[in-house]
């Protein structure tokens, strides 16, 4: 494995939990949608952990979100940086979770639950979302509304936002999880775009069982998995 030095250059709060780290390190090679694995050396040992990258390809500075997992061993400590600290960055990006794999559709759907949202920012920053699909809907999940991230960024881009917070009360959210909201229509609903094998696909990213549940709401559509070999409608990545 080839490290490559990083500098944080800002860490981002928030919420007590969510944090943003921007950082600088030498040039790497992705696409939107991949990610990396960022290090820090801990009691003399090197703990890496995959992060997506927030920022598009072509922006001078690497930016990651991402959550305290209390009893983790790196996320803690990645929340607890400062600018001028410094972390390793793995010199290989790697992923399948980009449009380049994803077959031609009418509307693209970025469905999330928690910080993996991640990935789906850097593909809406860069032009391919815009230039080839007529719709574009970002879904992203949270527990509880303080968690609805990047809302400044997506606010002038032509996108159908729609948020789930699941633990209270928010106006303008719905409740509950995205896999009911497939079966019963709500998601549909509040899209206003249909949710269908002829015209969508969708791209899922976060929680494994989320994955599970909608991936098992999609297939009952009569959408399925997308294999280069057999191509379909959904993508995946699962985050652990
Ligand atoms: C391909 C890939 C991309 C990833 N990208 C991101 C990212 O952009 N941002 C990010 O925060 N994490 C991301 N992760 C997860 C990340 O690699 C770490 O697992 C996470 O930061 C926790 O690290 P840890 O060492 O503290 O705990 P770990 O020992 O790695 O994890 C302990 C437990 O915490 C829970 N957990 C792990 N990650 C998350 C999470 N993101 N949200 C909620 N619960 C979690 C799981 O139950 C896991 O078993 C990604 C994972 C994969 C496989
Ligand atoms: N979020 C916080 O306030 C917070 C604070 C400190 C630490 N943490 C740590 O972070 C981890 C959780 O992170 P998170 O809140 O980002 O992720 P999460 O537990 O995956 O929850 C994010 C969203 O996904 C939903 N979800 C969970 N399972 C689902 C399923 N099977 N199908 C569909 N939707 C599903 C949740 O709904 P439900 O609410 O219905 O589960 C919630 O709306 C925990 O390990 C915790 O220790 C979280």
């Given at each position: 494995m080839n490290w490559l030095a990083g500098k944080v250059v800002e860490n981002r709060h928030w919420t007590d939990a969510l944090f943003s780290l921007r950082v600088e390190a030498a040039r790497l090679n992705f696409e939107?949608?991949?990610?990396?694995r960022i290090a820090l050396d801990i009691e003399g040992e090197?703990?890496?952990?995959?992060?997506?990258?927030?920022?598009?390809?072509?922006h001078p500075v690497l930016e990651f979100y991402g959550i305290i997992v209390p009893q983790g061993p790196l996320s803690p400590r990645l929340a607890r940086l400062a600018p001028g600290d410094s972390l390793y960055v793995a010199s290989n990006?790697?992923?399948?979770l980009?449009?380049?794999e994803v077959p031609d559709a009418e509307t693209l759907w970025l469905v999330a639950t928690g910080t993996g949202i991640a990935p789906f920012v850097s593909?809406?920053?860069?032009?391919?979302?815009?230039r080839r699909f007529r719709n574009v809907v970002l879904v992203h999940a949270v527990r509880h509304a303080a968690e609805l991230v990047y809302r400044?960024?997506?606010k002038d881009m032509n996108l159908t936002y729609v948020s789930f917070v699941s633990r209270e009360v928010a106006p303008g959210s719905l409740t509950g999880r995205i896999p009911a909201a497939v079966r019963d229509g709500r998601l549909e609903a509040a899209a206003g775009l249909k949710l269908a094998p002829e015209t969508a696909h969708v791209m899922l990213c976060g929680n494994p069982e989320m994955l599970k549940d909608t991936a098992a709401a999609?297939?009952?559509?009569?959408?399925?998995?997308?294999?280069r070999r057999n191509p379909g409608h959904i993508t995946v990545e699962s985050f652990w």
């Open positions: 939107a949608g991949q990610f990396v090197r703990v890496a952990r995959p992060f997506s990258f927030v920022n598009p390809p072509q990006p790697a992923g399948f980009v449009l380049s593909i809406l920053r860069t032009e391919a979302p815009w400044d960024v997506f999609l297939l009952e559509r009569g959408m399925r998995k997308h294999r």
